[in-house]
């Protein structure tokens, strides 16, 4: 089972809403691109591409552990369209140590991601920018 109703009737999910998860992976898709504002030349273009390529093997292996996890639920479990964003986000997310609102947890899983996407768009600006 997948929620479970408090007394007060919440639901509290036991699965991050999938709008986080494709959150995240356009903000690091974000970050690589934000990344190769700094291409100049020589050695600098050849890491940028072993980074960005770490990047994307990462996703890619989130992406196949996540085909994988559906693969294996067992049959009672429903894997059915999942409730609206706005509705997971006022309810409850169950973590491991205690139970959240639904948006404070996607703000605290989104958070670092986009503070380093965001933070390498604006080192790429000022560095386009200051360029003589």
């Given at each position: 089972?997948?929620?479970n109703?408090?007394?007060?009737?919440r639901f509290?999910?036991?699965r991050?809403?999938?709008?986080?998860?494709i959150a995240?992976?356009a903000?690091?898709?974000?970050?690589?691109?934000?990344v190769?504002?700094?291409?100049?030349?020589?050695?600098?273009?050849?890491?940028?591409?072993?980074?960005?390529?770490?990047?994307?093997m990462?996703?890619a292996?989130?992406?196949?552990?996540?085909?994988?996890?559906?693969?294996q639920?067992?049959?009672?479990?429903?894997l059915?369209?999942?409730?609206?964003?706005?509705?997971?986000?006022?309810?409850?997310?169950d973590?491991?140590?205690?139970?959240v609102?639904?948006?404070?947890?996607?703000?605290?899983?989104?958070?670092?991601?986009?503070?380093?996407?965001f933070?390498?768009?604006?080192?790429?600006?000022v560095?386009?920018?200051?360029?003589?």
């Amino acid at each position: 089972m997948n929620e479970n109703v408090t007394r007060d009737r919440r639901f509290v999910s036991k699965r991050i809403h999938p709008a986080i998860y494709i959150a995240m992976i356009a903000l690091v898709l974000w970050l690589i691109v934000s990344v190769w504002e700094f291409a100049g030349g020589g050695y600098v273009d050849y890491l940028l591409a072993i980074v960005s390529g770490f990047f994307l093997m990462v996703l890619a292996m989130i992406y196949a552990l996540w085909r994988t996890w559906r693969k294996q639920q067992a049959p009672g479990v429903s894997l059915s369209t999942p409730k609206s964003f706005r509705r997971w986000a006022s309810d409850e997310l169950d973590t491991w140590q205690d139970r959240v609102k639904g948006i404070n947890a996607a703000i605290e899983i989104l958070l670092p991601i986009a503070a380093v996407a965001f933070g390498m768009t604006a080192f790429g600006l000022v560095l386009h920018f200051a360029r003589p």
